[in-house]
């Protein structure tokens, strides 16, 4: 495994156990069984380390979750898709790591609030949109309202 590949892997485990602010640079060095240098040598600090894993975290769960919708046959299997799909990745995640990014590292937070606002919202949209279209849901209904609110 590549060395960034494996401390992103290592460091969002032991996130996702403990917490983000909880967990050191000396915990993931250790849990991996390398120097700190090695992480500082891809990672210029804590911050950095957590911004390029959500990212890769958000990246995913949105592939993860177009596949799923492509999958689908209708608007309607692409809804309850979308939606199952979208309840699994924010069920994984522990509440500690939600609250330790809002406090702790807003760029991270904003990354993730971003990626609900943009992909997942306008996903949402657009599905309605489709349903309004393919005469599932009422022609008067404001897509772009009901997805905000779902």
Not at 107 to 135: N, P, V, Y
Request: glycine share 4%.
């Amino acid at each position: 495994m590549v060395a960034v590949e494996r401390i992103l892997k290592g460091s969002e485990e032991l996130f996702l156990q403990s917490g983000i602010r909880s967990v050191t640079m000396d915990d993931i060095a250790r849990n991996l069984g390398v120097s700190k240098k090695t992480i500082y040598h891809y990672f210029t600090d804590k911050n950095e380390l957590i911004n390029v894993l959500v990212d890769k975290r958000l990246k995913e769960d949105c592939d993860q979750l177009r596949a799923l919708i492509s999958s689908s046959e209708n608007m309607i299997e692409e809804l309850v898709t979308m939606t199952k799909g979208a309840e699994d990745v924010f069920s994984r995640i522990n509440p500690i790591v939600v609250h330790d990014l809002q406090k702790y590292y807003p760029d991270a937070w904003m990354r993730f609030q971003t990626f609900k606002a943009e992909f997942l919202i306008s996903t949402l949209e657009k599905l309605l949109f489709k349903g309004i279209q393919q005469g599932y849901i009422r022609p008067e209904a404001d897509a772009k309202i009901l997805a905000i609110l779902h």
